[in-house]
T-cell receptor, first 110, second 112 residues
Framework: NAGVTQTPKFQVLKTGQSMTLQCAQD?????MSWYRQDPGMGLRLIHY???????DQGEVPNGYNVSRSTTEDFPLRLLSAAPSQTSVYFC?????????FGPGTRLTVL | TQLLEQSPQFLSIQEGENLTVYCNSS?????LQWYRQEPGEGPVLLVT???GGEVKKLKRLTFQFGDARKDSSLHITAAQPGDTGLYLC????????????WGAGTKLIIKP
């Protein structure tokens, strides 16, 4: 039982590049979410999903896309990276409101 | 907009001392959670409190939910270096599909 896994662990992008952050969970949770964490700002919700085929925007969705084709996987796509997207990204899956987090992806956009 | 304010933002104390971290809001929550995050890792759930006035203990950590379910506190007795980390509170509401409202966190350092 691996819980929530995220890849890559670290990534450096140039402005304008695109990439996908991968997230997978093996706990059969319906609810999954993506957060970004910046110093002094806590966790901010980017997108979330309440089940396969259903996604919705969170607090800071601009510049990001998500899809949920299976219960297990919830990738986050950066369409055209900007320096403001430099952050640590966490994926989480939930049972009711209790969330289980992955180890995070540290992204730097130059 | 619901907000959760945590205080203090930063706390550095000696091993063996006691401390309290606060999480306050003007909004009522169905439940409130406390997480601990260590450097390079994701947050890990410590406890969920649901009932107003509820007190839960986890070894040397005591969590309390306010009577009105608008605030919470985390008290650590005889802090140890292993307690070092970022402590985050998060409130949930049934009305908002249990989406969590997060505090900004308290960075705690326990010096040996």
């Amino acid at each position: 039982n691996a819980g929530v896994t995220q890849t890559p662990k670290f990534q450096v992008l140039k402005t304008g590049q695109s990439m996908t952050l991968q997230c997978a969970q093996d706990m059969n949770h319906e609810y999954m979410s993506w957060y970004r964490q910046d110093p002094g700002m806590g966790l901010r919700l980017i997108h979330y999903s309440v089940g396969a085929g259903i996604t919705d925007q969170g607090e800071v969705p601009n510049g990001y896309n998500v899809s949920r084709s299976t219960t297990e996987d919830f990738p986050l796509r950066l369409l055209s990276a900007a320096p403001s997207q430099t952050s640590v990204y966490f994926c989480a899956s939930s049972y009711i409101s209790e969330q289980f987090f992955g180890p995070g992806t540290r992204l730097t956009v130059l | 907009t619901q907000l959760l304010e945590q205080s203090p933002q930063f706390l550095s104390i000696q091993e063996g001392e006691n401390l309290t971290v606060y999480c306050n809001s003007s909004s009522v929550f169905s439940s409130l959670q406390w997480y601990r995050q260590e450097p390079g890792e994701g947050p890990v759930l410590l406890v969920t409190v649901v009932t107003g006035g509820e007190v839960k203990k986890l070894k040397r950590l005591t969590f309390q939910f306010g009577d009105a379910r608008k605030d919470s506190s985390l008290h650590i007795t005889a802090a140890q270096p292993g307690d070092t980390g970022l402590y985050l509170c998060a409130g949930a509401n049934m009305d908002s599909n249990y989406q969590l409202i997060w505090g900004a966190g308290t960075k705690l350092i326990i010096k040996p």
